[in-house]
C-alpha cells in the first residue's frame, strides 16, 4: 500500500506559478511510475503529466506542454509538478497517482492522493 499526499495548491492570478508536491509513504516510491491528473469544475478527471521511474522519461497532455514540469526525487519519496503561465482553465483538484507505467490512462494507477485544489483567477 502506498500512500500519497499531495500539497502546494491555492489561489493564484493568470500568469503565476505554483508547484504542487506529492509525498509518497513507501520507501518503494523509487519502483513506481507517477503520474498527474486533474478534474476541473463539472468535468472529468484528466491525465495532465507522467513521469518514469527514474525520472528519465516525461509524458504531458498538450494543453500543458511548455508550461507545466513533472520532475522526481526518488530521495525524497516525492513527485512535483511546477505549473506556470497559469491559466484560468488550469483551475481543478490535482491528484497524484502511482502505477507500473506512465500512461494516461487512469484507471492504469493503482495508488491517488486525496488532491489538492488549484484556483486560478482571471
Known amino acids: 500500500q502506498v500512500q500519497l499526499v499531495e500539497s502546494g495548491g491555492g489561489l493564484v492570478q493568470a500568469g503565476e506559478s505554483l508547484k504542487l508536491s506529492c509525498a509518497a509513504s513507501?520507501?518503494?516510491?523509487?519502483?513506481?511510475?507517477m503520474g498527474w491528473f486533474r478534474q476541473p469544475p463539472g468535468k472529468e478527471r484528466e491525465f495532465v503529466a507522467g513521469?518514469?521511474?527514474?525520472?528519465?522519461?516525461?509524458y504531458y497532455r498538450d494543453s500543458v506542454k511548455g508550461r507545466f514540469t513533472i520532475s522526481r526525487d526518488n530521495a525524497k519519496n516525492t513527485v512535483y509538478l511546477q505549473m506556470n503561465s497559469l491559466k484560468p482553465e488550469d483551475t481543478a483538484v490535482y491528484y497524484c497517482?502511482?502505477?507500473?507505467?506512465?500512461?494516461?490512462?487512469?484507471?492504469?494507477?493503482?495508488?491517488w492522493g486525496q488532491g489538492t485544489q488549484v484556483t486560478v483567477s482571471s
Open positions: 513507501k520507501r518503494t516510491f523509487s519502483n513506481y511510475a
Open positions: 497517482a502511482a502505477g507500473s507505467t506512465v500512461t494516461a490512462i487512469e484507471r492504469a494507477y493503482e495508488y
Open positions: 513521469i518514469s521511474r527514474s525520472g528519465g522519461y516525461t
